[in-house]
């Protein structure tokens, strides 16, 4: 009754494109950003900040970046956690070699070089598909990650063998490094995700997102539309690298503070390919989705005993957790293969229909 | 949807695409033996033959996806011996394959607007904001798009993905996204098959209005003999690859060899 365009003629085809449609949509939207923007930083203690909100959003925009390739062009790739890295090593680098430069630039140009080796990567990508691309991505992975264990001169020579981050301010205000405060940290995330959702968003419903779905679909009609299919395909590498290696800069910069190379291993791959694939192939808010039922979720069962007053203890706490989160994530695929982007799309086609079934 | 350049270089009834001594093979399969025919400007000319004769490997020729061993192929006047199909794309040439070849997961309106990849011009930068001149682009071409989905009459259809429609529309949106590319070739591999009376009519009625209103030249292979000879201008007609007549519908239904081949006279 409430969710529906009735009555809502689009009298232009800008008001038609438009990627949210409907006005309740719209709304939504509004609602989203102001409870991130306003409310969530108001209520939430600086825990819930930089436990739960800055890993969701860094997750989020690592999912997005791997969605690109893999739900929007058909390029399985298990090599994100590398990609992570490469930017998470350059902003590392940039920033010791020109501390001067402002940090948001550098966590930019990081990701142009994760876009740089994604690109490179991603040659391999015209001849082979499928479960043979996965394993010259995970080639790539294993590479990269090597290459953080074994070059000392990417972390500094320092003696833990790890990232430690400077302090580097913002407008006078520091925003990474010990003294930055959650707040601080939270809205340089969420700003810089705002802001990379959109320009993602912007990509898939033009031209460039057609041709990548085109490829995916179908590439040998997509060549024949005149797509080449070799650009296009190292275009998703380069984009879905660029996201990658930015949130692998704030992953290591806004949210751990320091990090080893451990932290881009394989494991990290792969729990961002269950988000992307929980959430749903294809969709950007899918890929929050995903994030949000793989990290927070997580969090929230562990948290839930004691909440309820139960005594449980930390190790059985732990495990149920795992139980319960891999449980959820079988039953989610058998309900609904297509993720919950999915679910969300058919509860909203019913809530337009609503009251009748169809 | 406007008519195709009539400056082209090409003037209607003059030669579009020249087919020279091709020959195709595969290892030992000898797909298309030594075969030349013309299509000329504004027509629309029939590929026939029975199962197997080369009629789609002489399109995947024609449009690049092939290469031939030997022969030549002009088209608007350029001689060319190799060209990938997104070449060919560029020259002006479009198709639709025998086993629909949809992008299934995108809507109705995508595919044919990804007809329109080649002519959209605004780069990455304005289309990382969506606004300005990408968004402009965006709905020039939709306008487009929008009439060429009257055209076809799937207005009701537009976002669907094409995944979930019935085989009869996926045919038709597989023509509308060819249409998009507003060619001077279009080349239809058997754009009816599968189809029941009723849609083989709109079809039939969707490529002869293609072919007077926008003067679009037109390639088409199909099995149905009736629709052959009330839609084609001149019919070329391949058995075992090598070409056995050529020329307008009551000719070639006249011809022995082609009585012979449909009926299947032993050789
Ligand atoms: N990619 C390929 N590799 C090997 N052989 C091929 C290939 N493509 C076609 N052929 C062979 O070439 C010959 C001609 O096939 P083609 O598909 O052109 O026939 P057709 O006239 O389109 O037949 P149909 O009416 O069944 O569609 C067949 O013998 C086929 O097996
Ligand atoms: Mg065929």
């Known amino acids: 009754m409430f969710y529906r365009e009735a009555g809502q003629f689009k009298t232009n085809y800008a008001a038609d494109m438009a990627v949210f449609p409907i006005l309740q949509d719209k709304i939504g939207i509004a609602i989203i950003l102001a409870l991130a923007l306003v409310v969530i930083p108001l209520v939430g203690n600086a825990f819930f900040l930089s436990v739960v909100m800055i890993p969701f959003l860094v997750f989020a925009l690592a999912s997005i970046g791997l969605n690109l390739l893999t739900g929007y062009t058909g390029l399985l790739s298990l090599g994100t956690a590398g990609f992570m890295g490469v930017g998470a090593f350059a902003c590392y680098k940039l920033t010791t070699i020109f501390p001067e430069v402002n940090i948001i630039v550098w966590i930019f140009a990081s990701g142009l070089f994760s876009a ?6 991603g040659l391999p990508s015209l001849r082979i598909k499928g479960f043979y691309l996965a394993v010259a991505t995970l080639a790539a992975q294993f590479f ?3 290459c953080f264990i074994r070059i000392p001169w990417l972390y500094n020579y320092n003696v833990s063998g790890a990232i430690e981050v400077p302090t580097r301010t913002l407008f006078g205000i520091p925003v990474t490094g010990p003294n930055a405060s959650p707040e601080m940290r939270y809205y340089v995330v969420l700003g810089l995700v705002i802001l990379l959702t959109w320009i993602a968003s912007n990509l898939v419903h033009g031209r460039i997102g057609r041709s990548w779905m085109a490829v995916r679909d179908m590439d040998i009609a997509a060549e024949l539309m005149g797509i080449k299919l070799l650009p296009t395909k190292l275009l998703a590498f380069a984009v879905s690298s660029f996201y990658c290696g930015v949130a692998g800069a704030l992953m290591v910069f806004l949210w751990y503070g320091g990090a080893e190379p451990e932290v881009f291993s394989i494991n990290q791959s792969f729990l961002i390919l269950f988000m992307v694939i929980i959430g749903g192939l294809g969709s950007l808010i899918g890929s929050f989705f995903g994030a949000a039922l793989i990290y927070i979720l997580p969090i929230v069962l562990r948290g839930a005993p004691s909440l309820v007053g139960l005594d449980i203890g930390a190790a059985t706490v732990e495990h149920l957790t795992f139980m319960i989160v891999g449980a959820l994530i079988i039953v989610f695929l058998i309900v609904e293969p297509h993720g919950l982007a999915r679910l969300w799309q058919t509860g909203k086609q019913k809530l337009r229909v609503w009251p009748f079934p169809y | 949807m406007r008519a195709p350049d009539m400056n082209a270089g090409v003037a209607a009834g003059d030669v579009l695409l020249a087919v020279e001594n091709v020959s195709l093979r595969f290892g030992g399969v000898k797909a298309i033996t030594d075969v030349s025919f013309d299509i000329r400007k504004g027509e629309i000319r029939a590929i026939i033959g029975p199962n197997g004769a080369g009629k789609t490997s002489m399109l995947n020729v024609i449009n690049g996806f092939y290469h031939p061993q030997e022969g030549r192929i002009t088209f608007k006047g350029k001689t060319r011996s190799r060209m990938r199909p997104h070449e060919a794309a560029r020259q002006g040439i479009a198709r639709t394959f025998q086993n629909v070849a949809l992008f299934k997961g995108m809507t109705t309106l995508d595919n044919i607007m990804a007809g329109r990849t080649l002519k959209m011009k605004r780069g990455f930068f304005w289309q990382m904001l969506r606004h300005g001149p990408a968004l402009a682009e965006e709905i020039e071409h939709r306008r487009v798009v929008e009439e060429i989905i009257d055209f076809l009459e799937i207005e009701a259809i537009r976002k669907v993905p094409v995944g979930r429609l019935p085989y009869g529309l996926q045919k038709r949106v597989e023509l509308g996204r060819a249409l998009a590319m507003e060619p001077d070739l279009l080349l239809l591999d058997e754009p009816m098959a599968g189809m029941n009376l009723e849609e083989k009519e709109d079809m039939c009625r969707f490529i ?11 390639a088409l292979i199909e099995h149905d003999m009736g629709v052959v000879m009330d839609l084609s201008d001149r019919v070329v007609v391949l058995e075992y690859g090598r070409k056995i007549a050529d020329g ?20």
């Open chain 1, 116 to 121: 740089a080796v994604g690109v490179f990567f």
């Open chain 1, 144 to 146: 990269l990650q090597w």
């Open chain 2, 208 to 218: 002869l209005d293609v072919n007077s209103q926008f003067g679009t030249t037109i």
């Open chain 2, 248 to 267: 307008v519908p009551d000719e070639v239904k006249k011809n022995q060899a082609v009585i012979d081949a449909y009926l299947g006279v032993p050789h």
